[in-house]
C-alpha cells in the first residue's frame, strides 16, 4: 500500500476528484473521529486512478494542503478542474496547490439542494433536478 501511495505521477491530470469522509478510530485508548481523504484524476488518456488517500484529525486547510503539495510532490500536474464539495478549505488549498478551478460535486450540490426541499416533495424535486442534469449533458 505504502509503494501505491508513493508512486511517482506522470503526465497531465486535468480532472481531479477530492472527497473525505470520517470514521470512528481507536487512539490512545479512546474512539475519535478521523476524516479519510481520497484524490482520485482522469488523465489526458481518459484513465481514471485513485492517487492518494490520507487520514487526519479534520478537514482543514491545513490538511488539504498538505495532502495536495504531497500530490504535486509525486508529479501530479496538469491540473485543470478540481471536483469537491464546498468547504472552504479544500476550496482554498487546491486553489494555493493547483491554482485550479473548483466545481462542485452533483451529489454535494443535490443532497444541499434536497435539504432545502420540504420532506415530502423531495422525491419530485430530485426527479426534475436529475432530468435538469440530463440535459446539460446531453451536449
Known amino acids: 500500500m505504502n509503494a501505491f501511495l508513493a508512486r511517482p505521477l506522470e503526465g497531465a491530470w486535468p480532472y481531479l476528484w477530492l472527497d473525505a469522509t470520517y470514521v470512528k478510530v481507536r487512539e490512545g485508548g479512546q474512539i475519535i473521529s478521523r476524516a479519510v481523504i481520497i484524490a482520485v484524476a ?13 487520514t487526519g484529525p479534520s478537514e482543514a ?10 500530490l504535486a510532490d509525486r508529479g501530479l500536474r496538469g491540473v485543470k478542474l478540481v471536483i469537491a464539495d464546498d468547504h472552504k478549505g479544500l476550496r482554498a488549498a487546491a486553489r494555493r496547490v493547483f ?6 460535486c452533483r451529489i454535494h450540490w443535490m443532497r444541499n439542494a434536497l435539504a432545502h426541499a420540504p420532506a415530502k416533495q423531495r422525491t419530485a424535486v ?14
Do not use: C, Y
Open 42 to 54: 482522469v488523465n489526458e488518456d481518459g484513465k481514471r486512478e485513485v492517487l492518494g488517500v490520507a
Open 61 to 70: 486547510e491545513t490538511f488539504w494542503t498538505g495532502f495536495l503539495r504531497s
Open 99 to 104: 491554482n485550479a478551478t473548483h466545481q462542485r
Open 126 to 139: 430530485a426527479a426534475m433536478l436529475k432530468t435538469i442534469f440530463a440535459r446539460e449533458t446531453k451536449v
